[in-house]
Structures are given as C-alpha cells and as structure tokens.
C-alpha cells in the first residue's frame, strides 16, 4: 500500500493569516503518461461528509474558495489556504488515488488561534 | 444535482448480518465506480473498496478483504455495503462515494451509522 503522511496533526492560525498543511506519499503519485499527480484534498467538518476540494495535486472542485490552493508534485504536496476563515475550521485530509487502496493521510485538524 | 442517499443508523449485536446501502441519482449510475469508507469514532477516513456498477468489478483495501462485501444493483441504483458476522470493532460512520472523473470521490453519502454492542 502506499503510505500518506500528513504534518502536523493540527494546527493553529490566526483568522486572516496562512495555513499551511503538508502531505507526503511513500511512493510517487505522478503518472508518467499524462503527467498528473493522483493527489487529493478534501475538507471535512464536523458532523458532515468529507468535501472534496482539490484534485490533480492543485486543480481546485467547482465552487471553492480561490483562497484554497494545493502545490506540489512526486511525493511532496501542499495545501495552502491563503487567508483563514472562521469558516475554514475543520479537519483537512490528503488522498493518493495513483494505486488502490486509495489511502488517505491521517487527517490535520485546523482551529483558530 | 447528484445525490448519494445512504440507509439510515443501524444498531446490532455481535455475530448478527448487515447490509447497508447508498442510492445514487441525478447521474449516470453505471459510469462511475462508487467507494466506501470508514470512519471509527474520532479517527480519520478509511478507504475500504469499490464497485463499478455497470459491471459489479470490485476492488477492496487489504484490510477490509473478506471481512465485507461490496456490490451494487444497476436496475435501482443501488450499492451494498454488507457484513456476514458484525464484531464491536465494526462500530463506524460508512459514507459511500462516488468516483468521478478525476478517479477521486467527487460526491459523498450522508453517511451510515453502525453501532456494535451486546
């Protein structure tokens, strides 16, 4: 199985400021043949199903906020959320879907500081 | 709108059978693969398999092979989570998924609670 590693477990960040989220895969997730990273984000709050947010490493679903971006490529990837919202608390989860089983990271739960 | 409408909460006891279900709409049932995940109570998301509708394939996580059962039923739109012998470590949220065309879960189910007690 490919492994998902996300850093830290939770994080704290003032309303307006920078989150960042990190997530790491044992293997690569790039596929050579059309040069896309099978690397997810989803967004998941209490009491309701995950959300996806990001897809393809850093193509963002219809309908989420521009401040959600997502970088990275191989093995390294990034969620950044450019300016916190109240709304933004919740527990944030990477995926790799390169190879079933599709793991998901253990999770990053974001509060407000 | 697609819509994944899941069974509602299900409490049983050790040993007993389980089938839980997610009903599919507002799309093309048999062109995308729906999953399923676990999520223990206070842990994170699981991925434990998927089925392709059109034509029952499955694939399963290693973890959760021959411990359930996943199918789905093209003519109601259905998928099928299922358990032969339900332990208390079974006790879950289930939310079925469906797969989209990033080959990642685009839309999710409300989610199926599972309680396992004596």
């Known amino acids: 199985d490919i492994v998902v590693t996300q850093s830290p477990d939770s994080l704290a960040v003032s309303l307006g400021e920078r989150a960042t989220i990190n997530c790491k895969s044992s293997?690569?997730?790039?596929?050579?043949?059309?040069?896309?990273?099978?690397l997810a984000w989803f967004q998941q709050k209490p009491g309701q199903p995950p959300k996806l947010l990001i897809y393809?490493?850093?193509t963002r679903e219809s309908g989420v906020p521009g401040r959600f971006s997502g970088s990275g490529s191989g093995t390294d990837f990034t969620l950044t959320i450019s300016s916190l919202q109240a709304e933004d608390v919740a527990v944030y989860y990477c995926?790799?879907?390169?190879?079933?089983?599709?793991?998901f990271g253990q999770g990053t739960k974001l509060e407000i500081k | 709108e697609v819509q994944l409408v899941q069974s509602g909460a299900e409490v049983k006891k050790p040993g007993e059978s389980l089938k839980i279900s997610c009903k599919g709409s507002?799309?093309?049932?048999?062109?995308?693969?729906i999953g399923w995940v676990r999520q223990m109570p206070g842990k994170g998301l699981e991925w434990m398999g998927i089925?392709?509708?059109?034509?029952?394939?499955?694939r399963y996580s290693p973890s959760f092979q021959g411990q359930v059962t996943i199918s789905a039923d093209k003519s109601i739109s259905t998928a099928y989570l299922q358990w032969s012998s339900l332990e208390a470590s079974d006790t879950a949220m289930y939310f079925c998924?469906?797969?989209?065309?990033?080959?990642?879960?685009?839309?999710w189910g409300q989610g199926t609670l599972v309680t396992v007690s004596s």
């Open positions: 998924a469906k797969q989209g065309g990033a080959v990642t879960f685009d839309s």
């Open positions: 507002g799309y093309s049932f048999t062109s995308y693969w």
């Open positions: 089925v392709n509708p059109g034509d029952s394939d499955t």
């Open positions: 293997q690569s997730v790039l596929y050579s043949s059309n040069n896309k990273n099978y």
């Open positions: 393809w490493a850093s």
């Open positions: 995926q790799q879907y390169y190879r079933p089983p599709y793991t």
